[in-house]
């Protein structure tokens, strides 16, 4: 399994975009990058997945260079409710994808 | 409408005293997990289902059991809960195994007293 490195916390303010970079040196030929935002006392939610250059969706964009080592999550103009904890997961490939994730990054979003 | 749905939202058990979570999922989808939450920590997986298929994680406690008697319902038993294992629990579903979107339930939040 890839192992991914995140920051552990981060302070934004309202309005500013937000790029949270994560580390995967050692992603595999098959690994999808996907993120995952987590509010207190909830499931993860889904935000995001990509394999390379740059994925976008209504809520966030995803750049992934080319070597793929490395990812970040971009969000756009940031509010409030935009403080969560954000994964950033590596998946294994093989018969059954492995839901890992690693140590998360602490998003505070500030008035 | 949920898609994922955990009972009960809280449980409180007796150290010792076996306890049984649920999880229900309405999206007809193959892989089930269960994953275990202590605070300020990230999700660990402790097994998961690709259709019957049973997956157990290797550092998964022999205290931790799974059944999943159908596509849309699986247990999470604890045999013998210890205060460690105080905790969130959490369900989650994914269409398929080659898909890296999960959708995960509200969790339970179980207390060992």
């Known amino acids: 399994l890839a192992k991914t490195t995140q920051p552990i916390s981060m302070d934004s303010y309202e309005g500013q975009e937000v790029n949270i970079t994560c580390s995967h040196n050692n992603i595999a030929t098959n690994d999808y990058i996907t993120w995952y935002q987590q509010f207190p006392s909830q499931g993860p939610r889904f935000i995001i997945q990509?394999?390379?250059t740059k994925v976008t969706n209504e809520v966030a964009s995803l750049f992934i260079p080319a070597d793929r080592k490395s990812s970040t999550l971009s969000l756009p103009r940031v509010s409030l409710s935009d403080t969560a904890v954000y994964y950033c997961?590596?998946?294994?490939?093989?018969?059954?994808?492995?839901?890992?994730f690693g140590s998360g990054t602490q998003l505070t979003v500030l008035p | 409408d949920a898609m994922v749905i955990q009972n009960p939202r809280y449980q409180v058990t007796q150290f010792g005293k076996p306890v049984t979570l649920s999880c229900s999922q309405t999206l007809n989808h193959n892989v089930m997990y269960w994953y275990q939450q202590k605070s300020s920590q990230a999700p660990k997986l402790l097994f998961h289902y690709y259709d019957k298929d049973f997956n157990n994680e290797a550092d998964t406690p022999d205290n931790f059991q799974s059944r999943r008697p159908n596509t849309s319902f699986c247990f999470l038993d604890i045999r013998s809960p210890g205060l460690g294992d105080a905790a969130m629990y959490l369900c989650a579903t994914s269409r398929a195994a080659t898909d890296t979107e999960a959708f995960f339930g509200q969790g339970t939040r179980l207390t060992v007293v």
């Open positions: 990509g394999y390379k």
């Open positions: 997961l590596v998946d294994s490939s093989g018969s059954a994808r492995q839901l890992t």
